[in-house]
C-alpha cells in the first residue's frame, strides 16, 4: 500500500515538474524544475530497492542539470522575453501521436511480456551495488570508457566556448554600451 501511494505521489509531481519545465518561458525555471523532475525520478528506483540507480540518478543527472544551470545563467538573458516561432502543425500532430503510442506500448509491456527473464539475473548473497559493477565492468567497459571519454571532451569544450567572452563584464559596461551591444545583436541575427 506504501508503495503504491509513494509510486502515484511521485509520479504526480514527477509530471508537474517536467510539465513546468516544458512550459515556462523564463530559462532558470525551466532548469530548476528540470533538476527537480531528476530528483523525483531518482525516488523511483529506491522504491524499486535499486538504491545504487536511486543515487546514480540524483549524483550524475542532476548534477548534469546543475552544470546546465551554471551554462545557463552564464549564457542566457533571462531578462529579455522569448519569442517563439510556431512550429508546423503535422510535425506536432505526428510527434504527439508518436509520444501517445509510445505511452501505450510502455503500459502494455509489462501485461504482455510476463514470461521476460533477465539476462543478468541476481546472485544470491550479492548486492545491488557489485552486480551492477560486475555487468559495467566486464561486459560494458568498453562503452564505459567511451562515455567517460565523450564526457572529457565536452567538459573542454564547455570551458573553451565559456571563456571565448570572458573580457566583457556587462555589470561594468553604462547603458550606452549596452544598447549598442544589443543593435549589434540584432544586426547578426538579422
Known amino acids: 500500500m506504501f508503495e503504491a501511494i509513494a509510486f502515484y505521489l511521485f509520479a504526480f509531481l514527477t509530471i508537474a ?29 529506491f522504491i524499486l530497492g535499486a538504491d545504487f540507480l536511486g543515487a546514480v540518478q540524483i549524483v550524475v ?9 551554471a551554462f545557463g545563467m552564464m549564457f542566457f538573458d533571462t531578462t529579455r522575453e522569448v519569442k517563439e516561432k510556431q ?42 551495488v557489485q552486480e551492477v559493477g560486475m555487468v559495467l ?3 560494458y567497459l568498453v562503452p564505459f570508457e567511451v562515455a567517460a571519454v565523450m564526457l572529457l571532451v565536452a567538459m573542454i569544450a564547455g570551458i573553451v566556448l565559456a571563456g571565448k567572452k570572458m573580457d566583457l563584464s556587462l555589470t561594468l559596461m553604462s547603458d550606452s554600451e ?10 547578426v541575427n538579422l
Open 87 to 128: 512550429g508546423n502543425k503535422a510535425i506536432v500532430i505526428g510527434l504527439s501521436s508518436l509520444a501517445a503510442l509510445m505511452v501505450v506500448i510502455i503500459v502494455a509491456a509489462p501485461i504482455v511480456g510476463s514470461n521476460i527473464e533477465a539476462l543478468y539475473p541476481m546472485s544470491e548473497g550479492v548486492g545491488n
Open 137 to 139: 565492468f566486464t561486459k
Open 17 to 45: 515538474m517536467f510539465y513546468i519545465a516544458v512550459t515556462t518561458s523564463q530559462a532558470l525555471y525551466a532548469l530548476s524544475a528540470l533538476a527537480a523532475g531528476m530528483i523525483f525520478i531518482s525516488a523511483f528506483f
Open 61 to 69: 543527472y542532476s548534477g548534469a542539470v546543475m552544470a546546465l544551470y
Open 178 to 187: 549596452l544598447m549598442a551591444m544589443k543593435e549589434e545583436d540584432k544586426k
